[in-house]
């Protein structure tokens, strides 16, 4: 029996599969790895000095203008606690990427020195990383510090806010006690309800400036004159500067002196705030020699000028013995 060969049985088509492409992690994910990367100081020493340095450059201006706007006076209507949240907030952010970038400059020059490269330079960039943090913060300290205590005083619910007091029977308004965050608020209360009075008198030893200065631009809005009896330092002085006649009490002591805080060094020289109250100063006809009088004196000290030299500078109008009637 004839066997007849088995054909070769037909090639089958063989389908090539194809892989996928890789799948991209989300941008979120790459940014969070980059930045761990960063932190961790994997990337050069360079790049980690120039990009990081770059960044937080930018961010610091960033900072700096919110800030200026959100502590600005001019137009603060006494909503303060939102402000407070942000500044905070603003400062936090720019704490945490100084502290990221000199972190990671320190782990590049630490990861350099192990590696055996220029102990010189891993030295001077890790040293250099160190000095550089206060620097970078001093100055939005600076515009936020009063902020950043009320802040505080907020959330400790320890707020002092100034009496306003309404004496319709005497023609005026009785502002006593520190000009705490709140005061503005109480004083515009004060000045809109009926009748209408207009007459201030403030006696205080001061507060918070962005307070004062708010406080006193609403008393010359409404035109209104001052006069202070007892005392009226710091902060204080702003609110009599304001009134359209500033009158002065027999016994009455005004002190002046440049801004700060208990427990700081005095400034050496003018902050931003101070060349605030200088401008709101000689807006109300106070002669530049007295102006400078008054800054040029550390808050750890006070300048307490004579009647005379208050009325010579333009500082005050009258004494209270010259008022109108009605007072």
Known sequence: ??????????????????????????????CVRAAWRFLGGKDGLAQTVVTGGAALVCWTFVVLFALQTLTHDADYTGKYLLRQWLVLLLIASL???????????????LRRQREGHNLVVSFLAFVGSLMLLPNLMSFPLLLADEWLQGWWESVRYEVTVADVMRIPDLGRIVVRGELGFGSYKALEQAILAKPRLTLVQIESAGGYVVEGLAMARLIE????????????DSACT???????????????????HRSGRPGREPSASWTPTDHRIADYYRSRATTEEFVRLALNTPFNRIWTPEPG???????ATKWWRERKAGY
């Open 309 to 315: 030299q208050m009325f010579a500078a333009g500082y």
């Open 221 to 232: 809005a409404h035109r209104m004159d001052t006069v202070s009896l007892e005392e009226c």
């Open 238 to 256: 702003l609110l009599l500067a304001a009134g359209q006649e500033r009158y002065l009490g027999p016994d009455a002591v005004v002190g002046f």
């Open 1 to 30: 029996m004839e066997h007849t060969p088995a054909r070769p049985a037909p090639p089958v088509a063989t389908r090539r599969v194809v892989a996928p492409p890789p799948a991209h992690d989300p941008i979120h994910i790459r």
């Open 95 to 109: 704490a945490l990427m100084c502290a990221g970038w000199c972190i990671a400059v320190m782990r590049c020059a």
